[in-house]
Nanobody
Framework: QLQASGGGLVQAGGSLSLSCVASARTFSIYTVGWFRQDPGKERDFVAA????????HYADSVKGRFTISRDNAKNTVYLQMNSLRSEDTAVYYC????????????????????WGQGTQVTVSS
């Protein structure tokens, strides 16, 4: 089970930090990803951190602005979002998976087995 939080309203150029807390005994082995979705559009990949080696993967649109990290002791993954733009406005979802596919293809929605409820991020221009 995943619980995402930290969304809110921010002006363009500002920052927000999202958190995703998982209830898993072996959290460190899970690949955790962040996706975002606008109404009427597909859920798009944002960033992921792989289980085990903690290597990261980002969508081109957020590289250099967003940073994903994890604290396995707290079963939590963070998404630090800086230099926010109006186009970053969306509902953000975290997802977790422990399969080989989750590590190999962290940018694919079907690589994940569990999803959080989503948190709204609104960036005003």
């Amino acid at each position: 089970q995943l619980q995402a939080s930290g969304g809110g309203l921010v002006q363009a150029g500002g920052s927000l930090s999202l958190s995703c807390v998982a209830s898993a005994r072996t959290f460190s082995i899970y690949t955790v990803g962040w996706f975002r979705q606008d109404p009427g559009k597909e859920r798009d990949f944002v960033a992921a951190i792989r289980g085990g080696r903690d290597s990261t993967h980002y969508a081109d649109s957020v590289k250099g602005r967003f940073t994903i990290s994890r604290d396995n002791a707290k079963n939590t993954v963070y998404l630090q979002m800086n230099s926010l733009r109006s186009e970053d406005t969306a509902v953000y979802y975290c997802a977790a998976g422990a399969r080989l596919d989750s590590r190999a293809y962290p940018y694919r929605r079907d690589s994940y087995d569990s999803w959080g409820q989503g948190t709204q991020v609104t960036v005003s221009s």
